[in-house]
DNA sequence: AAACTGGATTACAATATTGTAACTTCGGAG
DNA sequence: CTCCGAAGTTACAATATTGTAATCCAGTTT
């Protein structure tokens, strides 16, 4: 699924490569001057690229330059130029791999994978709070309490936060409201009752609940896992 | 400001520690009897208790086990016992320290810091993405693009969150669907086309911006860094 | 030049969110 | 027993959110 531009001025390698590769499975879209591989990054930023030094209108090396202002997708130099000062020169200039000509297919797309694999971002795992029976997700707005999910509004949910992230402990009102708002007013604490109340009745918590938000005599909260 | 629970048979001793805990500024709630000291847990949860071992009606360390199912907070154990084997029972019942009369109220005082410092919970940092100019937090629901914080409704969020979190990569509607709503339907596109073009008014994401999402030819987007 | 294509934006209506205020409960004090 | 007060809940109205659909707009194609 990957996307690869291969600039390359020789039609007939352009050509075995481009087809290879798309053998393979990738979508390939191919330049064969620097102009046009400019031009097509504007429309399609790749996951990798391909890169001749020597073009008609230019130096690979200068390209990966502009390249760099997109993205951080690796380049692998493709040359015929085997001297060491070229190589270095080519990683020296931003590439993550330098290819001689000739060179095996095989090779290529073992050196192509190697550069995605490596490339690959993590998937950002989402921020969430997961405890037995309670999990909290940030990113989905969610909540699942002893295994029913349900989604909550933001404010319900930060208040649900704040509580789990301090499980057993107190909360005083003044500080949910001030971790919520920025700024603790003077009527904070009906606010945060009224939220308070939306958010056990959308949890469903009750008696039969694992968790339960109590309340102290000083205007304080604490959830609390609750054991038969 | 920390609750402390404090239960002791002996009102000479339950005296003198209690005015000395207060003036040091904790807030000291007292009971003298096992019963009295469960009733006073339903209506404020202690950061820490000190507890007596020898009480009219049970045994403090069978109250621990009480104790335990409401918080976490930590035991301290007050007793003139010092057998090795009353020590070893009351750390094995759940206690934290263990303090044998008579015992100097400084030495107390230091304990109970001790056990309150081991015990503070980190503050659960918030999740967010941080870039250079581009902060987005899950938690308050904001994103900072060049110094400006601004509050974004859920679904906003959730796309700028994806794409952040892959600076530089494409992501299809499809997989930004996918993530957002679970499940992909027949004119996603539209959905996140709208909400992309909502969030940029937010952000006031322009030409001098330091970010740009960008759409490629096959209906992906990108979240570029861009450099003048 | 007219028509067309597909992305971007705007309009709109249904729904959801949320602070405030009113109301209900319930335990303790008088 | 009644009254009080505080916590919990419900009601309500002003906003905000959001999917859908209509509109706009810049390149192409005919």
Redesign the interface.
Known sequence: MA?ILLVEDDSDIMRINQSFLEKEGYDVHCADSVQQAAFLLE???P?LVLLDVMLPDGDGMDFCAILR?????PVIFLTARDENDDVIKGFRSGGDDYITKPYDLNVLKARIEAQLRRNA?PE?QH?R?ELPDLIID????TAELDGNTCSLP?REL?IL??LA??????ISYHEIYEK?YGCDVEDSKNTIRVNISRLKKHLAMDDMSTYEI?S???GEY?L?R??F
């Open positions: 996307h429309e399609c930023v996951d202002q997109k993205t951080q997708a971002k950002a921020p709070i940030l990113f989905s707005g933001q930060q936060y704040l992230s301090r499980l057993g402990s107190r919520i109590a102290t005599a000083d604490v609390r609750v054991i």
